[in-house]
Structure formats: structure tokens, C-alpha cells
């Protein structure tokens, strides 16, 4: 089982002055702990479930670059990238260009987005249910052209793009990596199954159905399921031990997962999440 870093909470010591600093620390250790990907949320406030909506947030994609400026070898990626928040042509220039200025580490996490809160209060269109998957889909094909050789028109329903023009390319071929994010049973883990190079579904009592019905969908589409990576996220706060990492991956590595994220809230000091990754990274290699 691989660990990765998930950053979902930025309310460490000393606050907003010694952000960036603190950020940039925290990366450098992960890598150096032996970590071999990173992602951040998108979001612009904070989730409820971690904190409270004031506290700090940081823009994913700057955030992401930031990141690629302070590390040499892990991966990096949205978890998951909002479709809403930008048109798609810009999501696959930012991912492209963070994957050229990372030296080919970027990856695409996407998913159909949910919080309506915070896109109400920051004026983003929140679509029904049935475009934002619409949408999903045609973002992620756009996304897939323009890293292609094709600079053909896209003419889609939501979306009309007049020439798919992408220079530099990704270096990164075919593409940078892409991830679908979500457990929807008859809409995203299709479209995992179509397009995506990994899934990320929550670490439910019912992940392992949702690992069956992933299977059922690439037998449809004629995918082979083990081309598909199995990713999870693992929460952990202040009572956290290492133990308790390696028993809750161990238990996700045994239905099929193959990466589990691990998300810190609570956590006001970096480098105690880092030494519990360290303790728990043997056990599970």
C-alpha cells in the first residue's frame, strides 16, 4: 500500500505570515520521509468536516505550483479539481503547465463537484446534478484532445472550443496522469472506467461494493480493471497513531486498494503528521 499526503488543512502554528514557509517545509519532509505523492483540496473555503469555513484555504492550483517549486520527485495533483471553477481549456493549460515546470509530476484529479456553499457565496454557477456530470465528461474529453497531436475543434454540448491548441505540451505521454474522483455508482465510476487512470473512492463500509461495480463498468466498456489504480483517503487527527494507519490501510489494501491518501485535520504541527507517515510507511511496503 502507498501513502500519499493529502493537505486539506492549512491552521498550523504561526498562521498566515509563515504559511508558505511552513508549507514548503512540510513538502520537503514528506519527500524526504520517503512520500511519493502529494495533492491539495479544491476548495477555496474550508470543508466543514475539518474546520470551520474561515479558516485558511488555499487556491489548489497555485498551491500546486508552489509545491513543484519546493520538491524534486513526487507526484502532484488535485484531490479532486472542482469542474465547475474553470473552463476546461484552462484546467488543461494549468495542468500542462504545471507538469512542464514540474519536470513531468502533474496530474489531473477531477470530479462533478458539490459544494454548492461556497459556490454560492463566491458567485460560481452551481449547476443540477445532470450537467455537472455533462460537463465532467466533456472536460475531461477536451482535457484528453488537448493533449493530443489533434488541434481540431471540440463542439460538444456545453462546451466549443474553436482550435485545441496546447503548446508546450505535457511532458508527460500520452498525458499527465488522471484521476476521477467519487463513488457514484452509475455516472463516475463509469467514467472512471472510460477514461481515468485511477479512481478515488471513500473509505466506506461500502468501498468494496463500490470496487465491484468499478469492475462491472470496465467488463462493459472492455477495460481491463487491474489498468485501473485504486486510490482512498484516510482522515487522522491528533489521537492518531501510526498503528492505527497501518491497521485502516491494511484493512483498504485487502479489498483492493493500492494508495491511500492520508488528511490531517487538527493538526497544528506538520512534522508530527510526517513522523506518523514515516512509522507507518514499512509496515505497509
Known amino acids: 500500500m502507498e501513502l500519499g499526503l493529502h493537505i486539506a488543512d492549512f491552521t498550523w502554528s504561526g498562521g498566515a505570515p509563515v504559511l508558505g514557509r511552513t508549507l514548503a517545509s512540510h513538502a520537503r519532509n514528506a519527500e524526504a520521509a520517503g512520500i511519493t505523492r502529494i495533492t491539495v483540496m479544491d476548495h477555496f473555503w474550508q470543508l466543514r468536516g475539518i474546520g470551520p469555513v474561515e479558516h485558511e484555504m488555499l487556491e489548489a492550483y497555485a498551491a500546486l505550483s508552489f509545491l513543484a517549486a519546493h520538491t524534486e520527485r513526487v507526484q502532484l495533483h488535485a484531490l479532486v479539481t472542482g469542474v465547475i471553477y474553470r473552463e476546461p481549456a484552462l484546467l488543461a493549460k494549468q495542468v500542462t503547465t504545471l507538469d512542464v515546470l514540474s519536470e513531468g509530476r502533474a496530474g489531473l484529479g477531477i470530479g462533478a ?74 455516472k463516475t465510476l463509469r467514467l472512471v472506467a472510460t477514461y481515468a487512470d485511477a479512481c478515488n473512492i471513500s473509505a466506506s463500509p461500502e468501498a468494496g461494493h463500490k470496487l465491484d461495480v468499478l469492475r462491472q463498468h470496465c467488463e462493459d466498456v472492455g477495460r481491463d480493471y487491474e489498468q ?29 486498494f493500492t494508495a491511500a491518501y492520508i488528511a490531517a485535520k487538527g493538526i497544528t504541527e506538520p512534522a508530527k503528521v510526517i513522523d506518523l507517515l514515516a512509522a507507518a510507511l514499512p509496515e505497509l511496503g
Open 113 to 186: 463537484a458539490w459544494n454548492v456553499e461556497e459556490s454560492e457565496g463566491l458567485g460560481f454557477r452551481f449547476p443540477p446534478v445532470a450537467e455537472r456530470f455533462e460537463r465532467l465528461e466533456e472536460t475531461i474529453q477536451i482535457c484528453l484532445q488537448m493533449w493530443s497531436d489533434s488541434e481540431a475543434p471540440f463542439d460538444g454540448k456545453h462546451y466549443h472550443l474553436g482550435r485545441t491548441l496546447n503548446s508546450p505540451q505535457s511532458l508527460q505521454r500520452p498525458r499527465p496522469y488522471l484521476m476521477i474522483g467519487g463513488g457514484g455508482e452509475k
Open 228 to 256: 485501473v489504480e485504486k486510490t482512498t483517503m484516510i482522515i487522522i487527527d491528533p489521537a492518531t497513531t501510526s498503528d492505527d494507519i497501518v491497521r485502516t490501510a491494511s484493512g483498504l489494501r485487502d479489498l483492493g
